[in-house]
Nanobody, 115 residues
Framework: QVQLVESGGGLVQPGESLRLSCAAS???????MGWYRQAPGKERELVAH???????NYGASVKGRFTISKDNAKNTVYLQMNSLKPEDTAVYYC??????????WGQGTQVTVSS
């Protein structure tokens, strides 16, 4: 089973930045890896993902503010979050899809944006 270890959440003020990291156990040639988030009382939604071929996709609410990237040598994906807003407050979950293995989820990391 693939394991995902997340880090980087915390409490910030509006307009500030945070960077989330997610390290995967194992090396995969074909995959989609990224981040979802879930706020209290809301459904889980896509934040961003990146493919093994470096294609990216972003949720509409974060386009232009968040950037996803990866370090293949470290099996790690990063989410740089700039210009954070209170509505970005949520638990952020790392997600990895690999053929044969299917979908794996991280344990979640809390991001709180508040003054």
């Amino acid at each position: 089973q693939v394991q995902l270890v997340e880090s980087g959440g915390g409490l910030v003020q509006p307009g500030e930045s945070l960077r989330l990291s997610c390290a995967a156990s194992g090396i995969f040639s074909i995959y989609i890896m990224g981040w979802y988030r879930q706020a209290p009382g809301k459904e889980r939604e896509l934040v961003a993902h990146i493919t093994s071929g470096n294609m990216t996709n972003y949720g509409a609410s974060v386009k232009g503010r968040f950037t996803i990237s990866k370090d293949n040598a470290k099996n790690t994906v990063y989410l740089q979050m700039n210009s954070l807003k209170p509505e970005d407050t949520a638990v952020y979950y790392c997600n990895l899809w690999v053929p044969v293995y299917g979908t794996s989820w991280g344990q979640g990391t809390q991001v709180t944006v508040s003054s």
